[in-house]
Structure formats: structure tokens, C-alpha cells
């Protein structure tokens, strides 16, 4: 084996922890970030984060019914989870007439921790089958596992910069942003 060779499998065996993997956790960290961050600094998901959370899910869901990526009974599932999150706002939106208001009613409500708690994860699992089929294939745990330490690194911190935004901005960067200043926020 030449010097070519050697470089060439080093770079090959190396490969899962750079590329298609880099971009699957940066872009789980900007979805999962803002998200984690607006509930810790105000107590709330603002719309815009949930508007994420169903364009995320919606083109997913265009995605597996013309490409299912799973089998029959797993992909029903997934099909229901992605649909859910465009199904809360459109119904929330007609039926109440905001989801602003939907959120007093305890089954909208229940609702949307549904989707939190089962659709999230399942569109954010989708996007790492997407941008990193060689890790979904390989059933590697390692790196299975590192995706998902690394984006609950994210929302732990990005929930406790809001949560503690005082130590790190001033109300005045919320008001340049054209954001609320957020109660405990410092001039």
C-alpha cells in the first residue's frame, strides 16, 4: 500500500465527523438554538420558532411521500408527525381563529406538546438521515449519539443564555434586534 493509499483511507474513516455530519448539527443547533434561547428569555416559543418547526416538517413530509425513507408501519407514523405541526397552525388558525388564542384552549395546548415532544424529534431525526444517510445506515450509536448530545448542548445553552441575558446583553441589543426586551432584561 503507497503513501496515497494510506491518506485516502485515513480521510475515508475519518469522514463521518466532518461534512454531511457538520451540517446536519449546524443545522439542528440554528433551529434548536433561537427556540431554546426565546424560552428561556421570555418564557414562551414565539411564533417565527414554531413557523421553523412546521417548514422544517411540512418539506420533510413532501419529501417522504414521494421518497419514503421508511417502511410501511414506521412511516405512517412519521408521515403523522410531520403533517401535525402544519395541522395545529392551520386548524388553530381557522377553528380559533390564532394560535395566539389556541393556546388558552388546554386541547390545543395538548397539542402542541405532542408535536413538541414527538414531532420535533422526529424531524430533526429525518434531517440526520438526510444529511448523513452513511451514519443512519451504519447504525453507528457513536455518532447517533453525538448528534443528538451536541444539539441538547444547544438548547441547554441557548435556554440559559435567555434564561440569564442579562450577563450577556443589554435591553438596548434586544430593542436594536426589534425584539420585546424581555422582563429581567438590563439597560
Do not use: H, K
Amino acid at each position: 500500500m503507497n503513501g496515497s493509499d494510506e491518506t485516502s483511507e485515513t480521510q475515508t474513516s475519518q469522514r463521518p465527523f466532518g461534512g454531511p455530519l457538520a451540517v446536519a448539527s449546524v443545522t439542528l443547533g440554528l433551529i434548536t438554538w433561537p427556540i431554546a434561547f426565546n424560552l428561556g428569555a421570555y418564557g414562551e416559543v414565539f411564533y417565527d420558532d414554531i413557523f421553523r418547526v412546521v417548514v422544517a416538517s411540512s418539506i420533510l413530509f413532501l419529501i417522504v411521500v414521494f421518497s419514503p425513507p421508511y417502511s410501511a408501519p414506521a412511516l405512517w407514523v412519521v408521515l403523522a408527525a410531520l403533517a401535525s405541526p402544519l395541522l395545529w397552525v392551520l386548524v388553530s388558525g381557522y377553528v380559533v381563529g390564532s394560535t395566539s388564542e389556541a393556546m388558552t384552549r388546554p386541547g390545543f395546548v395538548v397539542w402542541l406538546v405532542l408535536v413538541a415532544v414527538v414531532s420535533v424529534p422526529i424531524t430533526l431525526r429525518l434531517l440526520v438521515d438526510l444529511f448523513t444517510p452513511d451514519v443512519s445506515r451504519s447504525g453507528s450509536r457513536r455518532l447517533t449519539t453525538a448528534i443528538v448530545l451536541l444539539v441538547a448542548v444547544v438548547a441547554v445553552v441557548g435556554f440559559t443564555a435567555g434564561w440569564q441575558n442579562q450577563r450577556f446583553m443589554t435591553c438596548a441589543d434586544f430593542a436594536v434586534a426589534g425584539s420585546s426586551e424581555p422582563e429581567d432584561c438590563v439597560n
